[in-house]
């Protein structure tokens, strides 16, 4: 099983609606939640970065955390055609020399005008 | 503007060659990595840096090695050793105070 799942997609919406993005993982030690944006052919960017269970919202964003199912959510609300990207979850764990960063490999998100 | 850079953008490689990927920050962090990108894989860590003059390995480090002689500057050296390199790498950095990493643009390399 790997440590972070998140499903592939692809995942196409018209423009706005509401847009659900998970993944899920199954090691308990991950205690930082991050979310990332990469349009084609650029380098990812930072959306959204949480650390506790709850939600945590940034305009049309709101990342979400439950961490007793190892569960993260990002919505996505009155979705815009900019917003077709890939969306990568990630999870850290441990910190120092320990520090370990995984990815979960992405769905691809088109919103249709 | 603070920020990372990579290049070149596209970079055409024969096969038998070696070449060497640029990457430079001015974020003033420590900490460094060098990830690959296949269609379908996610990104999969080559070698990482966590202070100047020192890096290891990652999950994919065979056929490739890095420098870190300055902090603000962390290259990649693709080596005919790799056998499947054609791929797009992405450098990042890490930020001491909230363990995030930032990237740079990329770079796609193609083996011809």
């Known amino acids: 099983q790997k440590e972070v799942e998140q499903d592939p997609g692809p995942l196409s919406v018209p423009e706005g609606a509401i847009v659900s993005l998970n993944c899920t993982y199954s090691?308990?030690?991950?205690?930082?939640f991050m979310w990332y944006r990469q349009y084609s052919r650029k380098g990812p960017e930072l959306l959204m970065y949480?650390?506790?269970?709850g939600n945590k919202e940034d305009g049309r964003f709101t990342a979400q955390v439950d961490k007793s199912s190892k569960y993260i959510s990002l919505f996505i609300r009155d979705s815009q055609p900019s917003d077709s990207a890939t969306y990568l979850c990630?999870?850290?764990?441990?910190?120092?020399?320990?520090?370990?960063?995984?990815f979960g490999k992405g769905t691809l998100l088109t919103v249709n005008p | 503007d603070g920020g990372i850079t990579q290049s070149p953008k596209y970079l055409f490689r024969k096969e038998g060659q070696n070449v060497t990927l640029s990457c430079e920050q001015n974020?003033?962090?420590?900490?460094m990595y060098w990830y690959r990108q296949d269609p379908g894989q996610g990104l999969r860590l080559i070698y990482y840096?966590?202070?100047?003059?020192?890096?290891q390995k990652g999950d994919i480090a065979e056929g490739y090695s890095v420098s870190r002689e300055k902090k603000e500057s962390f290259p990649l050296t693709v080596t005919s050793a790799q056998k499947n390199p054609t791929a797009f790498y992405l450098c990042a950095s890490r930020d001491r105070d909230t363990d995030t990493q930032y990237f740079g643009p990329g770079t796609r390399l193609t083996v011809l």
């Open positions: 840096s966590q202070i100047v003059n020192d890096f």
């Open positions: 949480t650390y506790s269970s």
């Open positions: 990630a999870m850290i764990k441990g910190g120092g020399s320990n520090y370990k960063l995984t």
């Open positions: 974020l003033n962090h420590d900490a």
């Open positions: 090691n308990s030690a991950f205690q930082y």
